[in-house]
């Protein structure tokens, strides 16, 4: 006897793979396990204003780079310049022309999408950065401040979060008034951080809110601490990020230069949109070259024909339960599953209505053809005729009277019917009428759940999206296929048994 020992481990990786490239799906493309799943994103616009002076004019902005949010769309608009966006660390949009006069306007456009990820990590220590250089008659009342801060924080987190705190102190001491009135909170707080040793870094970051325009970037700074770059807002007197702040700058850059203009300025206006999350996903996908593996790089007419495919294997799981664990007997082993793809193109109430119509009108031809004693290729081969007549005359006749569901009536197998026809008389005159209608009736029954299943939203989505999924369904075949003992409907058989006990 050989052991089943390989068949179950080869079944196991079918069940394991297919699970795994499916949430792989899901985490690393964003593809959503619920269909019609909605996110929010946001559509920035920066507008560039400066006047040129006759001159080579040259116009550098910097552009989001941030883990928080993805790029899904960008684009500029700059009549008569030249356009090159710069990609690396520093991402940079680079207006030119040769020539500018008056007052100019560059517009910068990009869509957002938020990714969650707010936290900032960075697994190499980043340099001590170089002690900053007071004015004479600053250090004395910087250092008193940072000292006494010091000596109250266990280190450089708590230490920016202290100073934080006196900064934003109501009850300001002479020290710190002198200090605040030639710096910002914000340049006070980052250079007292340099000054002990801690590494730190202003960036600038946007605040996202609908429908608002003529926005500013606003200064923040982030604090290394064990691995992490923690965000704080001095003028705000808050530590952490929300959820709808894009940091536009973080590289110790400019966000604008401008070469050969003067009075140079940028704001920006933004709008929340909602979106497919499925839609957004794919959008990503072409943006990273991921769709190579991908049926949405297919035409869409190829697209739509495989969306019916794969529905395919779904009818066949159901098939293979209700025949092999329930025991539902059926004419043809697989005829349910191509008639069950009819039904999702007619309907269900239509379709069962037309495939007992050209059945009865099939078998009742039939039963003449028989008795010319025709060889069965000639035969068959009559009946498929005859199955186009009756499937073009139900149609002729549904289009007359108005009824336009008769019309979707095409859509049957025309060979799987002219086959079940032939199957069912010859079964009628072997055993009867009798097992005619219980082959028919569970060719129907299983039909009718195949159908079920295969056109549920849900299931349809799955199918086409996450495509390990297949393997999974071929794991479940291959273990019912092994499956040897008494099917649901023949324990029926045991009954009397049962009740002697």
Same mark, same amino acid.
């Given at each position: 006897?050989?052991?089943?020992?390989?068949?179950?481990?080869?079944?196991?990786?079918?069940?394991?793979?297919?699970?795994?490239?499916?949430?792989?799906?899901?985490?690393?493309?964003?593809?959503?396990?619920?269909?019609?799943?909605?996110?929010?994103?946001?559509?920035?616009?920066?507008?560039?204003?400066?006047?040129?002076?006759?001159?080579?004019?040259?116009?550098?902005?910097?552009?989001?780079?941030?883990?928080?949010?993805?790029?899904?769309?960008?684009?500029?608009?700059?009549?008569?310049?030249?356009?090159?966006?710069?990609?690396?660390?520093?991402?940079?949009?680079?207006?030119?022309?040769?020539?500018?006069?008056?007052?100019?306007?560059?517009?910068?456009?990009?869509?957002?999408?938020?990714?969650?990820?707010?936290?900032?990590?960075?697994?190499?220590?980043?340099?001590?950065?170089?002690?900053?250089?007071?004015?004479?008659?600053?250090?004395?009342?910087?250092?008193?401040?940072?000292?006494?801060?010091?000596?109250?924080?266990?280190?450089?987190?708590?230490?920016?979060?202290?100073?934080?705190?006196?900064?934003?102190?109501?009850?300001?001491?002479?020290?710190?008034?002198?200090?605040?009135?030639?710096?910002?909170?914000?340049?006070?707080?980052?250079?007292?951080?340099?000054?002990?040793?801690?590494?730190?870094?202003?960036?600038?970051?946007?605040?996202?809110?609908?429908?608002?325009?003529?926005?500013?970037?606003?200064?923040?700074?982030?604090?290394?601490?064990?691995?992490?770059?923690?965000?704080?807002?001095?003028?705000?007197?808050?530590?952490?990020?929300?959820?709808?702040?894009?940091?536009?700058?973080?590289?110790?850059?400019?966000?604008?230069?401008?070469?050969?203009?003067?009075?140079?300025?940028?704001?920006?206006?933004?709008?929340?949109?909602?979106?497919?999350?499925?839609?957004?996903?794919?959008?990503?996908?072409?943006?990273?070259?991921?769709?190579?593996?991908?049926?949405?790089?297919?035409? %869409?007419? @190829?697209?739509?024909?495989? +969306?019916?495919?794969?529905?395919?294997?779904? /009818?066949? #799981?159901? !098939?293979?339960? =209700?025949?092999?664990?329930?025991?539902?007997?059926?004419?043809?082993?697989?005829?349910?599953?191509?008639?069950?793809?009819?039904?999702?193109?007619?309907?269900?109430?239509?379709?069962?209505?037309?495939?007992?119509?050209?059945?009865?009108?099939?078998?009742?031809?039939?039963?003449?053809?028989?008795?010319?004693?025709?060889?069965?290729?000639?035969?068959?081969?009559?009946?498929?005729?005859?199955?186009?007549?009756?499937?073009?005359?139900?149609?002729?006749?549904?289009?007359?009277?108005?009824?336009?569901?008769?019309?979707?009536?095409?859509?049957?197998?025309?060979?799987?019917?002219?086959?079940?026809?032939?199957?069912?008389?010859? %079964?009628? @005159?072997?055993?009867?009428? +009798?097992?005619?209608?219980?082959?028919?009736? /569970?060719? #129907?029954? !299983?039909?009718? =759940?195949?159908?079920?299943?295969?056109?549920?939203?849900?299931?349809?989505?799955?199918?086409?999206?996450?495509?390990?999924?297949?393997?999974?369904?071929?794991?479940?075949?291959?273990?019912?296929?092994?499956?040897?003992?008494?099917?649901?409907?023949?324990?029926?058989?045991?009954?009397?048994?049962?009740?002697?006990?």
């Amino acid at each position: 006897m050989h052991s089943r020992k390989p068949f179950f481990i080869f079944v196991a990786l079918l069940f394991i793979f297919g699970t795994a490239a499916s949430i792989y799906r899901s985490v690393e493309h964003n593809v959503p396990f619920l269909p019609g799943q909605q996110v929010q994103s946001w559509s920035v616009e920066a507008k560039v204003m400066f006047n040129g002076n006759n001159n080579p004019t040259e116009v550098s902005l910097s552009l989001p780079q941030d883990p928080a949010f993805d790029v899904l769309s960008e684009n500029a608009t700059s009549p008569g310049y030249g356009l090159n966006i710069s990609e690396g660390a520093d991402r940079r949009a680079v207006w030119s022309i040769r020539e500018s006069s008056g007052r100019q306007s560059l517009y910068y456009r990009v869509t957002l999408v938020p990714t969650g990820q707010l936290d900032v990590t960075q697994d190499e220590v980043p340099e001590t950065p170089e002690p900053f250089l007071w004015q004479v008659t600053e250090k004395g009342a910087a250092d008193q401040i940072m000292n006494d801060v010091w000596q109250r924080s266990a280190n450089n987190l708590s230490y920016a979060q202290q100073l934080m705190s006196v900064i934003n102190d109501t009850n300001q001491s002479q020290n710190l008034a002198l200090l605040l009135s030639v710096n910002t909170r914000t340049q006070l707080f980052l250079q007292m951080l340099h000054s002990k040793g801690v590494p730190a870094k202003q960036v600038s970051g946007l605040m996202l809110e609908d429908q608002r325009r003529r926005q500013q970037l606003n200064p923040y700074v982030q604090v290394y601490h064990n691995g992490e770059w923690v965000l704080f807002d001095v003028e705000g007197n808050r530590q952490g990020r929300p959820d709808n702040l894009v940091l536009w700058q973080h590289n110790n850059q400019s966000v604008l230069d401008v070469v050969g203009g003067s009075n140079s300025q940028v704001n920006f206006s933004m709008l929340q949109e909602t979106r497919s999350a499925l839609a957004t996903s794919i959008d990503m996908m072409k943006n990273s070259d991921a769709l190579d593996f991908s049926l949405y790089q297919l035409p %869409l007419e @190829e697209q739509s024909t495989f +969306k019916g495919i794969l529905l395919i294997p779904i /009818g066949v #799981l159901v !098939v293979v339960f =209700l025949r092999v664990i329930i025991g539902i007997k059926t004419s043809g082993t697989f005829m349910p599953v191509l008639i069950a793809l009819a039904f999702i193109q007619t309907t269900l109430l239509t379709g069962l209505i037309g495939f007992l119509l050209i059945v009865a009108f099939g078998l009742m031809i039939r039963s003449y053809l028989s008795q010319l004693n025709l060889l069965l290729i000639s035969r068959i081969s009559a009946v498929i005729i005859v199955v186009i007549f009756i499937i073009g005359l139900f149609t002729l006749i549904s289009y007359k009277v108005g009824l336009s569901e008769g019309l979707t009536i095409t859509f049957f197998p025309m060979i799987i019917l002219a086959w079940t026809i032939e199957r069912m008389s010859i %079964l009628w @005159e072997e055993e009867g009428p +009798k097992a005619v209608v219980m082959a028919g009736g /569970g060719s #129907l029954f !299983v039909a009718t =759940l195949a159908y079920l299943a295969m056109s549920n939203s849900w299931i349809q989505y799955w199918v086409f999206n996450f495509l390990g999924i297949h393997l999974v369904i071929l794991a479940m075949v291959l273990v019912m296929g092994q499956y040897t003992g008494y099917r649901l409907t023949e324990l029926k058989r045991f009954k009397p048994l049962a009740g002697d006990q």
